[in-house]
């Protein structure tokens, strides 16, 4: 009989962040196959050890923080809003690149004077009462409001929080925004510095899988390192180029009189064999960052490149993620 695993990684259940974190980890080459479409269960074959099972980000959090899941994928905002204060959870990634958002204090249009939170402090002083915040994010909005010292009454909702303040049973929102445009159609204006918490997806881990766990840290390692090596690469691009000289080195310094084509320790440099003797050309392979492309091209070309072909890169692999580095640094803190 076939061992099920032991390690579970927990994703969005549905919505554009479970759509991201699909596409972002077929990218890292951990594509999840689902068991059954209707069921909320799946595999990654490159990590048999591992099943994937769906959940509301915000159970997610739970979750693993229960230690019920070993690993998630979910937004910072509910991480924060439901993390707890016992250390039961670890980040190991912080900044997935997807999933970005800000939860945001958003007071009326026809509020003309109010524009950050000074003046929100005033406003509320000639109110003469507590000022009433409909959130779904009550932890981060009590705190932030409490740093400010703003006299407030939270307002829990379920439903749309734009349309409190029209309605009239609050006063204004703490609500999540990416692009702004659902503000302005219900007439609403986000405050300057009223974020509360920017936000966007993360990897986290129960702290007790990876203390007691060695599976789970082996796990964790190999995480990391697909994705670390991915993001690293998806900033770059494998540029090959044509050069004549009368050694690898004399090319070497040519290179390096340049400023963007040095590669990531130095350019790889190896002879070509053409029917003609004595020709001197070699092959120069270099990995150059990906907004730097047009400068590299004018560069090799300034110096004799010719034959230019580019390439993305999948992965680039360091000696040890350096989050996974960090990762161990927290975990063995505990002991």
């Not at 204060?85 to 007071?107: E, K, P, R």
């Not at 790889?268 to 730097?292: A, F, K, L, M």
């Not at 010719?306 to 996974?324: A, H, K, L, N």
Request: hydrophobic residues 40%.
């Amino acid at each position: 009989m076939t061992q099920q695993p032991t390690l579970r990684l927990s994703l969005p259940s549905k919505g554009r962040l479970q759509d991201d974190s699909l596409g972002f980890l077929a990218e890292c080459g951990l594509s999840v196959q689902k068991l059954n479409p209707r069921q909320y269960q799946a595999k990654i074959p490159a990590l048999p050890d591992l099943s994937v099972i769906f959940q509301r980000p915000g159970d997610i959090v739970v979750s693993v923080r229960q230690g019920s899941v070993d690993f998630g994928i979910t937004g910072i905002d509910v991480l924060e809003e439901k993390r707890g204060d016992n250390g039961d959870i670890i980040v190991l990634h912080d900044a997935l690149g997807f999933g970005q958002c800000s939860l945001i204090l958003a007071v009326p249009e026809a509020w003309n004077e109010v524009m950050n939170i000074e003046s929100l402090k005033a406003y509320v002083a000639v109110l003469h009462r507590p000022l009433r915040v409909a959130t779904k994010f009550p932890v981060l909005t009590e705190r932030f409001l409490t740093q400010q010292d703003i006299p407030h009454t939270l307002i829990a909702a379920e439903g749309t929080l734009e349309t409190a303040p029209t309605i009239g049973y609050a006063d204004i929102i703490a609500d999540l925004v990416s692009s702004g445009q659902t503000l302005q159609d219900n007439r609403l204006r986000a405050l300057r510095d009223g974020v509360i918490q920017p936000s966007q997806a993360a990897l986290i881990a129960n702290r007790k899988a990876l203390e007691t766990n060695p599976n789970a840290l082996e796990m964790a390692r190999r995480l990391l390192e697909y994705i670390e090596a991915h993001m690293r690469a998806k900033e770059n691009l494998l540029v090959i180029a044509n050069m004549r000289g009368e050694s690898p080195e004399a090319i070497a310094d040519k290179l390096f009189t340049q400023t963007s084509v040095g590669g990531l320790q130095g350019p790889t440099i190896s002879p070509i064999v053409t029917r003609e003797t004595n020709q001197g050309w070699h092959s120069v392979t270099i990995v150059v960052r990906r907004d730097h492309l047009p400068q590299v091209v004018t560069e090799l070309r300034g110096i004799g490149g010719s034959g230019i072909i580019v390439s993305p890169v999948t992965y680039i692999f360091e000696e040890e993620p350096p989050r996974y580095t960090a990762m161990l640094k927290e975990v063995r803190r505990a002991h």
